[in-house]
């Protein structure tokens, strides 16, 4: 079974920072797959933070936009969320995901998740 992990979640004031790192299989990262990140809050619905495509490109949550990078080292094989100026509001557990129909919320892998806390 694929696995792909997150690290770097924690407790952070706000207007912290914070890097989620993701770990995976080799091809994740170089053949072609979509990956992003994912957030859930309690008592909320799950919903897509950052999406990195193919070709480079990223798109972003609005209410993240300008504080929130998404990048992919293919030769570490390791995807990052640059997260800062954290709000209490990013306050979730934060997935990794790739492949399958990610941008329509529907990847074919998923990491187990990692805290984020923001305090005001």
């Known amino acids: 079974q694929v696995q792909v992990v997150e690290s770097g979640g924690g407790s952070v004031q706000a207007g912290g920072s914070l890097r989620l790192s993701c770990t995976g299989p080799?091809?994740?990262?170089?053949?072609?797959?979509?990956m992003g990140w994912f957030r859930q809050a309690p008592g909320k619905a799950r919903e897509g933070v950052a999406v990195i495509y193919t070709d480079g490109r990223t798109s972003y949550l609005d209410s993240v936009e300008g504080r929130f990078t998404i990048s992919k080292d293919t030769t570490e094989n390791i995807l990052y969320l640059q997260m800062n100026s954290l709000k209490p509001e990013d306050t979730a557990t934060y997935y990794c995901?790739?492949?399958?129909?990610?941008?329509?919320?529907?990847?074919?892998?998923w990491g187990q998740g990692t805290q984020v806390t923001v305090s005001s």
């Open positions: 080799e091809y994740l990262y170089r053949r072609g797959y979509l």
């Open positions: 995901a790739a492949g399958g129909r990610l941008a329509y919320g529907e990847p074919s892998y």
